[in-house]
RNA sequence: GGGCGUUUAGCUCAGCUGGGAGAGCGCUACCCUUACAAGGUAGAUGUCGGGGGUUCGAUCCCCUCAACGCCCACCA
């Protein structure tokens, strides 16, 4: 028979992806449409930074995010997915800088606040939609319509309104406090952008003289140049070497400067020489020492790190210079240096040390709103997948810190609040005519702005419109908040979910979203993260290009489930690849037939076996995918679809029903194909929120009028389509299939040698049904002819044999076949039974089994045995029909 | 120092409330069989990190040891 068939032999994604891509954009797919359930299905994608390039943990975001809406959608929720940008302060204003630097060489400061802004603004414009374009690729199916960047209108009016409630309720506050500096982004950082990282460096004991006594006392200390920074000197009051010192003055050397001794608690006795210098100024510990005691602060740093004039020794040094001059003009003194490993702080952008430093900053005082949110959580108005994130959630929110949510840029949102020339202060949402308290028009906005997660943390109500309140009707906040999960990674718990919490649930008195599902972080094959000094990024545009997004999306979806670590090698998407491929060209097998297919399934008496088997196989899966979807099993749900395709409807029923289609049955034909393209678009249906590209091109050809699979309903399990007996029957078929075609092998026979088999069995409805399979058994194992009998009939002599639970399999060839490598094989065979048989055995012997272990665990157990101790018979029989 | 997590086939990992040790990739042999060589058929591979305990029964629960990873805090 002649196959028409102009379909490639290799799927092309390239094509493809782009051009229904843009269908789905113009039919409107992406916006939310009321479904049969009633509904809504809300999801924000986390905003990627408008400076970034889109990495794989964009790609598993993106993926996860567009296969939960898209099953969501398919359910039949109204659906509806939030993209946005984030203008990421501190990174943009640095490229931004950065270039201007290289092409004008000039600075922010030369060209002024507003002129710069206008800059930063102008490069957004033109490359901030990059990752939004890369996102496409990969098949987002968001409503771009909401897209948000933070700095838009919306998010600034929440940003104000949710800084003035806080400021009038006392919440937001400014105080001299000691804060991370970064030098080179000349700002303060909050504690969470701090990385902890051990640094060589130095423990140096420092003699200072007592001056009442003269005595002289020695400070452990790893930074000797903030000596000029020192307020105190601290023993531990219960130290009996120093505490008769409490109360008298140490003389600082170099600048002589006396500062008093006093006794605190937090001076550990076994540590350092039990001398501590406090340096409130430069030292987050000496910081509450020094509010204990009423110390002076003395700052000795410039904003760019260097060394001010309160230090004159070392004025205008770096700290590793300065730390040099200090050990020379220290001379005698220090008495002591030693190798010493330091956690030392490092801005989490800038890479640089970050310095202690004591400056005016705003804050936020978290500690009602922490309570708030932990108790969310443990009331499940909110849910951790999986469940164990809770406990890092729980940690931080339960240990509260006020936030610094003050930073020294001009990349951001300004901080609300106005000094004017009496020095009044206050918040105000507008821009202010006049001072409120003294109506002056001679006024100022503080020039500091917000941190990005501030307005980050209003995402989920900013995104749907609040606080404008037409914004809110006409984007259908009431409808679509709070958002029915949050996707992202557990980096940023702290930073992202848990201030979305408490923002949120301070506005609104409801959990932003009811689930929090953490996906794995991507790393490399080796597990490592990806990272640009280590060069092992696995660019995802580059794998789209290669293998195409479907394959990519089903790598990432196959290893996302509850595992924290996704190591990601590149040999796996192309395996994948190959599965999409694989599809493709099952399609292609069922092509040329789908014009004698109907779209309405034949009357159920017409099924054959197979059309049963293969559509209870289907429900199972529709099961397992649907179970699996709904609890974030990404991976389960991959796993199932895979195994059925290759498995089952490639292997099985694909195979089986060629000797229908090409036969001479008009009628079976008909029904088969009918079958055919109906499990086929259950297959594409099932698939499509992982892989939507080639799903809708399959279904395309499928679909008798223009509905997109986008549009389609998902397949759900069931009960009727339930079928334990045609399962059973086609898995001894199977076995039995499998048996021959094993005997077939262990005597390396071609695939183009005709077999002879005899079948013994005793089950009377397989026998039928292997007789009735017998043109199949043909064409899967290449069988001629054959004859099944009872078990009580003779066997051959000399035969190639296998056996099942079910059937003994005996395929004649005498002088074919070496007689001892069969013996060996069915030995092989046999221990592997016993040893089976005998633990099952052993256990039914075993009387604190029977009695203790639950009945169905005991049938269970005995119907194995039986079955084994059948198989075992039936070699035994093989093995003697050899001896004779 | 506190917390979390990991340790299962060469590699990457799955194994739900205890009752058959699994998948993918890789590997071996044979096959370009008319959907697919990005394929097919058959096959090999594990003291489930070590030790102890609970149990009729432990990869799964408890204790302990070891290795590794992550987070938080701190280190004068």
Avoid at 61 to 71: F, K, M, S
Avoid at 622 to 629: F, P, W, Y
Wanted: overall charge negative.
């Amino acid at each position: 028979m002649e196959i028409q068939n102009n379909l490639p032999t290799t799927f092309e994604p390239a094509e493809t992806e782009n051009k229904w891509y843009d269908i789905w954009l113009r039919n409107k797919s992406f916006k939310p449409k009321k479904g049969k359930q009633n509904k809504t299905f809300t999801i924000m994608m986390p905003p990627p930074n408008v400076t970034g390039k889109l990495h794989m943990g964009h790609a598993l975001d993106a993926t996860t995010q567009d296969t939960l809406i898209r099953y969501k959608r398919m359910k039949g929720f109204e659906t509806l997915w939030i993209p946005g940008t984030d203008h990421a302060g501190i990174s943009t204003q640095a490229v931004v800088e950065k270039l201007l630097w290289k092409e004008e060489k000039k600075t922010r400061h030369d060209l002024g606040r507003d002129e710069f802004l206008k800059k930063v603004w102008s490069w957004k414009e033109e490359y901030g939609s990059e990752i939004v374009n890369q996102q496409k690729k990969i098949g987002v199916s968001c409503d771009w319509d909401y897209s948000t960047f933070t700095l838009d209108e919306v998010p600034n009016k929440a940003v104000k309104k949710f800084f003035v409630m806080l400021y009038n309720e006392g919440l937001i506050y400014q105080n001299d406090y000691i804060v991370n500096w970064d030098p080179i982004l000349q700002s303060a950082i909050s504690d969470a952008e701090v990385d902890h990282k051990d640094v060589k460096g130095f423990f140096y004991h420092v003699k200072y003289k007592v001056k009442e006594t003269g005595e002289e006392i020695v400070i452990a200390t790893t930074r000797p140049e903030t000596m000029f920074a020192d307020t105190a000197v601290a023993v531990n009051p219960e130290d009996e070497r120093f505490s008769h010192l409490v109360g008298k003055t140490a003389i600082i050397p170099i600048c002589n400067r006396e500062i008093p001794i006093i006794g605190d608690e937090h001076v550990d006795i076994e540590k350092g020489t039990g001398c501590l210098k406090v340096t409130p100024g430069h030292d987050f510990n000496d910081f509450e020492i020094g509010k204990r005691h009423n110390l002076p602060i003395i700052n000795i740093l410039n904003k760019d790190g260097s060394f001010n004039e309160n230090a004159p020794e070392i004025t205008g040094l770096k700290p590793k210079e300065a730390r040099a001059k200090v050990e020379e003009l220290l001379g005698e003194l220090l008495v002591e240096k030693k190798e010493h490993l330091n956690s030392v702080g490092h801005g989490e952008r800038s890479g640089e040390i970050v310095e202690p430093i004591v400056s005016k900053q705003w804050f936020v005082n978290i500690n009602k709103m922490a309570e708030e949110s932990v108790r969310a959580v443990e009331d499940g108005d909110m849910t951790f997948f999986p469940k164990g994130w809770e406990n890092t959630y729980f940690s931080w929110l339960r240990n509260p810190k006020d936030w610094c949510i003050s930073r020294q840029l001009w990349w951001g949102h300004q901080i609300p609040v106005y000094y004017c020339d009496n020095s009044h202060q206050w918040a105000a949402e507008e821009h202010p005519e006049s001072c409120p308290h003294c109506s002056s028009t001679n006024f100022t906005q503080d020039p500091d702005v917000l941190d990005t997660w501030f307005s980050s943390g209003l995402w989920p109500l900013s995104t749907l419109g609040w606080p404008d309140e037409e914004k809110m009707k006409e984007l259908r906040f009431d409808d679509f908040y709070p958002n029915s999960v949050l996707v992202t990674g557990f980096d940023i718990i702290f930073f992202w979910v848990a201030r979305m919490m408490m923002m949120s649930q301070k506005v609104t008195n409801q959990v932003p979203f009811k689930d929090v599902y953490i996906h794995a972080l991507v790393r490399d094959k080796q597990g490592r993260k990806m990272s640009k000094s280590l060069g092992n990024g696995i660019d995802p545009i580059e794998m789209i290009n290669q293998y195409g997004a479907d394959a990519m999306r089903f790598t990432l979806a196959a290893g996302s489930g509850y595992n924290r670590d996704l190591n990601l090698d590149p040999e796996r998407i192309e395996g994948y690849r190959n599965f999409v491929n694989k599809l493709w060209n099952a399609f292609r097998f069922v092509y040329p037939f789908l014009d004698k297919a109907s779209d309405t399934l034949p009357t159920k008496s017409e099924w054959h076996l197979h059309d049963k088997w293969i559509l209870a196989e289907l429900n199972d899966v529709a099961k397992k995918m649907n179970d699996a979807l709904d609890i974030y099993r990404f991976d389960d749900a991959s796993s199932a679809i895979y195994q059925f395709v290759y498995d089952k409807f490639c292997s099985w029923y694909i195979e089986l029903s060629k000797n229908i289609l090409y036969g001479d049955d008009e009628k079976a034909k008909v029904i088969r194909a009918t079958m055919l393209k109906y499990c086929f678009k259950k297959i594409v249906t099932l698939m499509h929120p992982m892989t939507p590209f080639i799903t809708e091109e399959i279904w395309s050809y499928l679909s008798s009028n223009d509905e997109k699979l986008i549009d389609q309903e998902y397949v759900e399990f069931e009960d009727k389509l339930v079928n334990n007996e045609v399962l059973e029957m086609m898995n001894k078929f199977i076995e039995v299939t499998s048996g021959v075609r094993n005997i077939r092998a262990s005597v390396n026979l071609k695939p183009k040698d005709e077999v002879d088999v005899r079948l013994f069995t005793d089950d009377k409805d397989l026998a039928k049904f292997i007789y009735e399979s017998r043109h199949f058994l043909k064409d899967l194992a290449n069988v001629k002819s054959g004859k099944i009998k009872s078990k009580a009939a003779d066997r051959p002599k000399k035969s190639a044999s296998f056996a099942t639970t079910s059937t003994e399999i005996f395929i004649p060839l005498e002088g074919l076949i070496d007689i001892n490598e069969q013996i060996s094989r069915i030995k092989k065979e046999m221990d592997k039974t016993q040893v089976d048989f005998q633990k099952n055995e052993g256990k039914l012997n075993n009387q604190n089994f029977v009695q203790n272990a639950k009945p169905e665990v005991i049938a269970e157990v005995k119907e194995k045995a039986d079955q084994l101790y059948e198989k075992l018979n039936s070699l035994k029989l093989i093995l003697k029909s050899f001896e004779d």
